[in-house]
C-alpha cells in the first residue's frame, strides 16, 4: 500500500448496491433503489484507477462507494481512493509531493472540491502528471482550483468555469452520439436534481459530447466532453451534484464508459 492512500478501496465488489442505499437515508426515508445495468462493459485485463476525493459542499464517502460499485458492475476496474484535505475549499494534500503520484494507475478520476487553492507550484504538480496518465473529471473539480490566476488545471480540464446555476432536473443532449464514451447513453436523458456549471470557454483541445441548456439565460453549456492534454485522453462531466446523480445507472454507465475511454481500452 502507498503511504499516501489515506483511505482506501481496493476492489471494492464487496460493496452491493443494496448496501449502498441502505445507508444513504436521508430523513431517515428509505430511498428508492434503481438496479445498475448488468451489461458488462469491458472484462479485459483490470483497469488500475484511483479515485481522488474531498473537500466542500459534496457527500464524497456515498459518491465513492457508488461510482466504484456501480462501475464494478459494468467493467473490470480495481479502484484505490485518496479522500483527505477536510471538508474546506483550500487544502494541499500530500499525495501530490511526490512526482510519481500517478504512476501505474491507468486513469485518474478527479472528484474533489478546493476552490480556495490557488499555489500555481502545488496546481503543476497535478498537471505534469497528467501529460501521461488519463483522467475523468467529475463535478466540482472543474471549480477546483477556481480563483487561481495560472490556466494549468483549467487546460487540463478542457474547460474553464466559476461559477453555476440553481439546481433543477436538465435535459442532456447528445452532441457527438458515435463517441465511445457516449455508448448506449439515452437521447432523452434528464438529471435528477442537480446544478448547470456555467462554461466560460471550451478548450480548442476539447470537444462537446453532450450540452444542457439554462433555465436562466437559455444559454447552452457543455456537461460532457473528451479532452486531449498534450497527447493525454481526459473525460469530463459537469453533473453529480447530488446524491441522486450517483443513484442513477445512465449516470454510472457514463463514468464507466469514460473510464474505459479514457484509460485506451476502447
Known amino acids: ?42 472484462s479485459g485485463e483490470p483497469i488500475k484507477a484511483l479515485i481522488i476525493t474531498g473537500g466542500c459542499c459534496h457527500n464524497y464517502l456515498f459518491q465513492t462507494y457508488a461510482l466504484g460499485s456501480g462501475v464494478q458492475n459494468l467493467a473490470n476496474v480495481q479502484f484505490e481512493v485518496v479522500n483527505v484535505g477536510g471538508n474546506g475549499t483550500d487544502a494541499q494534500i500530500p499525495l501530490y509531493d511526490d512526482p510519481d503520484w500517478a504512476k501505474g494507475y491507468d486513469v485518474v478520476i478527479h472528484n474533489e472540491c478546493f476552490a480556495k487553492t490557488t499555489d500555481a507550484d502545488y496546481i503543476r504538480k497535478i498537471t505534469a502528471a497528467h501529460k501521461d496518465t488519463p483522467a475523468v473529471v467529475v463535478h466540482c473539480a472543474m471549480h477546483t482550483y477556481r480563483d487561481a490566476e495560472v490556466d494549468d488545471w483549467r487546460q487540463f480540464l478542457g474547460v474553464t468555469s466559476k461559477r453555476h446555476d440553481h439546481k433543477s432536473e436538465y435535459a442532456v443532449k447528445v452532441t457527438m452520439a458515435d463517441h465511445p464514451v457516449m455508448k448506449g447513453f439515452p437521447k432523452d436523458w434528464v438529471t435528477p436534481s442537480d446544478e448547470l456549471y456555467i462554461i466560460e470557454k471550451l478548450w480548442p483541445s476539447a470537444k462537446a459530447l453532450a450540452t444542457s441548456v439554462s433555465e436562466k439565460d437559455g444559454a447552452e453549456h457543455p456537461v460532457i466532453w473528451a479532452n486531449e492534454y498534450h497527447g493525454t485522453r481526459v473525460v469530463g462531466t459537469t453533473y453529480g451534484h447530488s446524491d441522486d446523480t450517483f443513484r ?3 449516470f454510472i454507465r457514463l463514468l464507466a464508459t469514460s473510464i474505459i475511454w479514457a484509460a485506451g481500452k476502447s
Not at 1 to 6: G, P, T
Not at 12 to 18: E, K
Not at 25 to 42: H, N, R, S, V, W
Open 1 to 42: 500500500m502507498k503511504r499516501f492512500i489515506y483511505f482506501s478501496l481496493i476492489t471494492v465488489t464487496a460493496i452491493s448496491s443494496a448496501l449502498l442505499f441502505a445507508q444513504d437515508t436521508k430523513g431517515g426515508k428509505k430511498q428508492k433503489k434503481k438496479p445498475f445495468p448488468k451489461k458488462e462493459l469491458y
Open 248 to 250: 442513477e445507472p445512465v
